[in-house]
């Protein structure tokens, strides 16, 4: 089987499970994101694949080849470290040739390599610096440039921007995404930022409490959210609790909400995204799929507007653009529709 | 057999190594010991360990009984920190005792800078006992210092390892002592010159000259490769002595004595040469207010019976002829030797001080 | 009327480590340095003067060599203490915060026995009579048992071990705050164990291990009892031979002298070494 594949990993700390029972399959050449808020042990299964970690049970495959008990030196997996880890005693040049030099490159080769990778990571004439006198864009771009000296056959990322400003950090997505596929290497990069994921991601692992709650493109994840932690993790989402009454009916609190992939009976919970529900003027018509509530609080951001409804007792948020505004102003009573292929129906989390 | 502590350096020469000068004088100022509510009292000095404890369990008291005057005993060590204390003390008019115990060399060095009290022998007829080798005077003749205690320093010997007995100094020069001797280190402590002198030139009288004393070191450098350990530290030479690491050497007859008593396999020989015989002298500084008082206290110690409990409670050997004492042949062969002894030249290793620390140290250090 | 606020602390703040610095180091050492020029009266005490006899006296090849091999015995156990104490306290930090206390606990234990008590330990356990080479002996390691002491092992030894839990104790916080993820890298880029302690935690440390050695440098120059109880005279150092003169043979004036030569020498490494060490960093 092509890619990395966990099969039935599980990492425990003492008592403490870190990683749940975990099977996963990462195709080659692809760009994933480990997603997930502190904690979740997304960093934990990132240093397993490294060989930092040994896991407590399972295997850990790459094109069909245990590589569970390979020690880390021997893997050739470039990683980039949180705290990015240069050597402070090297210059930057030394820095990137590092691995070159310990498996015996010779000078010339050495010095042809830095330079291909400064080049690359757009830090052309920086070799002779200590690192030390680097700001920390260009500390992380040598720290990019040293993990991927040795052309690795993995390249992993541990919360590589989180020390960057946010306008640094944005545009170092841009440029790390653009170099992922110049490169056609498969990427691993953990990160507890969602937008982070949905920029570079071209698969986002969400994670939390040790589980893998969902694997897929990053607007899946967003518009087709498995579970209610993935749905609120991701975005904002009205959560809204129901019974299926018929086929394809949902009875909720208020009135009657339309699905697909329902069900035949029983409780089910509803994500709708904000942007995704529908605000009239009341003008006692009551469908299905449209309940009747009333406009609590509007709130105009400028770009977009959000109206805090209360509907049927629950609290529903709306988006709307100020082109498709609807003229209603607080304490008006509104329609409220929710169109059936926003309505998405969640599993167990 | 006396009671006595073990392990406790005798003469205290360590106090200034082991403790580092500051503990020294931590024992010198920080605890005086406590004065009685009596109207007369004295302020002595004893080297401190050993020493002190005797006097004041078995020595002090006596005298307080016979004369009604207290005594505040005061640890001091042997070497120079003692003597640069009542030096600075006398130069601020003060005396940190009234009486002290002084070694030689220190009371040849006080008697240069005159800070001993000059002492009236018809004040003290008890005077008249000790032998003349051990009253200090001053250069014009008038006394300063009287003997207090004496003891001797012997060749020792484990007799597990060295099964006959030595007879002579001889004996450290001979092939088959390789590696095998323990000699103090310093000059001015082993004594070895004399030894060597009265060993090997007939007599002390070679060391009158620096000459003299170069043929002497010359001869003791022979030694140099019998000896494992040239020792500043009593406990270490006597703990290699008892268990045979290091089977012979110098040390002091009465704790090579205690040693034996106490079942170790050690002896100590008079050699035929005689045993060195080292003292320490009472003096009393002169910024004391209480000399006659202290005139009182050294009577009381040149008695031939306070000499014989000195013998049998502290182990030294008397400062009085054995003739005047009542001591058995059994308790003076513990602390002494009929042998004439080897007095050092305290006078040399005074004035050629810094000459023979120095050849002595390029001698057994090159 | 305006008051320069903070004024008079500041000068309290830096006033009392002053004050302390002139206390227990300027006035003392200036003391040294004056005694050192005094006369020396033989058979008396020391008089007040300016003579330059007593460094006369110590400018000689006897007194070179003593000085020669204190300062290599000192440099030679920093380097021995280092080597051991260094991958020692890497292993140590990265234990259970548990063992780690209880190790450093132990090594404060050791660091309090005085030097005497080393000095004595050690002379038993390299004695032939009680000695390790007994239990060699027994178990048919070697023929017969052997002193080992005095000499210039048993020298060595004593004094590394007295200064090893010393060396541990001043290397702990550097090692500690290492950043674990620098040895990481170094092995996703390829670096064995052993070989990225040697290529990127030692050189990581650098200054540390600068500091370190001449930290135990100047503790071992300092050591006077090891050499005397472990070693034959010729193991004797320039410390031993200072306090022979000033406590026996009660030459201040000249221990004073050797005292001021031996400071200035150590000084002198210390900034050799630390303009080097400044070098090699820039470049």
Known sequence: ????????????????????????????????????????????????????????????????????????????????????????????????????????????????????????????????????????????????????????????????????????RESMQIELKQLQQ???????????????????????????????????????????????????????????????????????????????????????????????????????????????????????????????????????????????????????????????????????? | MVEMKKGISRRSVLAGIAG??????????????????????????????????????????????????AVESVAQPTGEAWLVQIEQAARAGKAPTDISMISQGMMQRGAAANLWAKLDAAKMPNVANVMPAYINKYADGSLCGVGAVTWYITLVSNTDVIKEAPTSWAELWKPERAEQLGLLALVSNSFLLDVTAKTHFGGQDILDTEEGISQVMDKLAEVKKNVQLWYRDEAQFEQALKSGEIPMGQYYHDVAGLAAADGHPVRSTFPKEGGINDSGSWAVSGKSEKIEMAHEFIDFMSQP??????????????????????????????????????????????QRADWLSQKWTELIVS | M????????????????????????????????????????????????????????????????????????????????????????YILTRMARQTQVVWLVFLLSVLSLSEVLIGFGWSTLLSRTAGITNLLVSLGIMDKPMSLSPSFGAVMTGMVYQTFPYTVLVLYPALSRLDPSLVEAARTLGSGPARSFLNVVVPALRNSIVSTLIMVFVFALGCYLLPQLLGKPSHWTLSVLITDQAIYQSNMPFAAAMAVFLVLVSLSLVAISLLYGKKENAG
């Not at chain 1, 959560?239 to 029983?266: E, F, H, Q, Y």
């Not at chain 1, 959000?306 to 329609?335: C, H, K, M, W």
């Not at chain 2, 000095?45 to 004041?56: E, L, V």
């Open chain 2, 305 to 350: 019976e306070i000499q014989a409990l000195l013998s049998r409670k502290v182990g030294t050997s008397p400062t009085v002829p054995r003739a005047k004492t009542d001591l058995t042949d059994a308790e003076f062969a513990s602390v002494s030797s009929e042998i004439e002894p080897i007095i050092p030249r305290y006078d040399m290793y005074l």
């Open chain 3, 2 to 89: 305006k008051i320069k606020p903070g004024k008079f602390s500041d000068y309290a703040a830096i006033g009392f480590p002053a004050g302390m610095l002139t206390v227990f180091f300027v006035i003392p050492f200036g003391i040294m340095i004056a005694m050192s020029f005094f006369q020396r009266v033989q058979g008396a005490f020391y008089e007040p003067a300016f003579v330059f006899e007593n460094y006369a006296r110590f400018l000689s090849t006897f007194f070179a060599g003593i000085l020669g091999f204190s300062v290599g015995l000192a440099a030679l156990v920093a380097v021995v203490s280092v080597l051991l104490a260094f991958p020692f306290t």
């Open chain 2, 20 to 69: 580092g000068s500051a503990v020294a004088m931590a024992g010198i100022t920080g605890f005086p010991g406590i004065l009685k509510a009596q109207e007369k009292s004295l302020k002595i000095g004893a080297y401190g360990g050993y020493f002190k404890d005797s006097f004041d369990k078995h020595i002090f008291p006596e005298f307080t009984k016979a004369t009604g005057i």
């Open chain 1, 1 to 168: 089987m092509s890619g990395l594949v966990f099969d039935s990993i599980v990492k425990k700390f003492g008592d403490f499970t870190a990683v749940h029972e975990t099977s996963l399959t990462i195709p080659q050449g692809k760009f994933v994101c480990l997603l997930g808020p502190s904690g979740c042990g997304k960093t934990t299964l990132l240093r397993m694949i490294a060989g930092l970690e040994d896991p407590t049970t399972g295997r850990i495959l790459l094109e069909g080849n245990d590589v569970t008990r390979i020690p880390t030196h021997q893997r050739d997996f470039g990683m980039v470290f949180q705290n990015l880890a240069l050597f402070p005693h090297l210059s930057v040049g030394e820095n990137i040739a590092y691995p070159l030099r310990i498996r015996g490159g010779s000078k010339a080769d050495c010095f042809k390599a830095v330079k291909r990778l400064l080049d690359l990571v757009q830090l052309p004439d920086m070799a002779d610096r200590p690192v030390a006198r680097l700001s920390g864009g260009q500390k992380q771009r040598v720290a990019i440039a040293r993990a991927l000296a040795l052309e690795p056959k993995l390249f992993l990322l541990d919360e590589p921007l989180s020390a960057l400003d946010a306008k640094l």
């Open chain 1, 182 to 349: 110049k490169l056609g290497i498969t990427t691993i990069v953990v990160t507890h930022d969602q937008r982070e994921a949905m920029t570079m991601a071209d698969l986002v692992v969400v994670m939390s409490q040790g589980k893998v709650h969902q694997v897929a493109p990053p607007v899946e994840i967003y518009r087709k959210p498995k579970d209610a932690f993935v749905a609120d993790f991701i975005g904002s989402t009205n959560l809204i609790s129901g019974r299926v009454s018929a086929a394809g009916k949902i009875a909720v609190a208020g009135g009657t909400l339309l699905a697909d992939d329902l069900p035949k009976s029983g409780d089910v919970t509803l994500s709708v995204r904000p942007e995704n529900i529908r605000l009239t003027k009341e003008n006692g018509e009551n469908s299905l799929g449209t309940l009747t509530g009333d406009v609590s609080y509007i709130r105009d951001l400028g770009a977009s507007i959000e109206f805090y409804l209360n509907v049927a007792g629950q609290q529903i948020t709306a988006i709307t653009t100020p082109s498709d505004r609807p003229d209603v102003v607080a304490g008006d009573s509104v329609s409220v529709a929710f169109p059936k292929d926003a309505c998405v129906v969640l599993g167990d989390a």
